[in-house]
């Protein structure tokens, strides 16, 4: 059985930093391509990032440049991150992980990422 849960959101300035973590269980951690995906309120949930098993990495045009995507696929961790610097109002939504592309039943509860002043 997969289970994925995501942590690490919070409310941070605009210009601010956070480092979201997901962790998964089941067989499908390590040899799956993993993504961060988010929604804001109001509209559908939008691919963020990608990382292949053998760690290449793909990102979605709004967060090139100020969000990275890695993964720890040792033992018992089996962990995504999403490390987002730079952080706008518009990155403002709950964000998920799921494996790429995305499975349906996969879905945890996300995690709340606020950015405003």
């Known amino acids: 059985q997969v289970q994925l849960v995501e942590s690490g959101g919070g409310l941070v300035q605009p210009g601010g930093s956070l480092r979201l973590s997901c962790a998964a269980s089941g067989s499908i951690f390590s040899i799956s391509a993993m993504g961060w995906y988010r929604q804001a309120a109001g509209k559908q949930r939008e691919w963020v990032a990608t990382i292949t098993s053998g760690g290449n990495t793909f990102y979605a045009d709004s967060v090139k440049g100020r969000f990275t995507i890695s993964r720890d696929n040792a033992k018992s961790k089996n962990t995504v991150f999403l490390q987002m610097n730079s952080l706008k109002p518009e990155d403002t939504a709950v964000y998920y992980c799921?494996?790429?592309?995305?499975?349906?039943?996969?879905w945890g509860q996300g995690t709340q990422v606020t950015v405003s002043s």
């Open positions: 799921n494996i790429f592309p995305p499975e349906r039943h996969y």
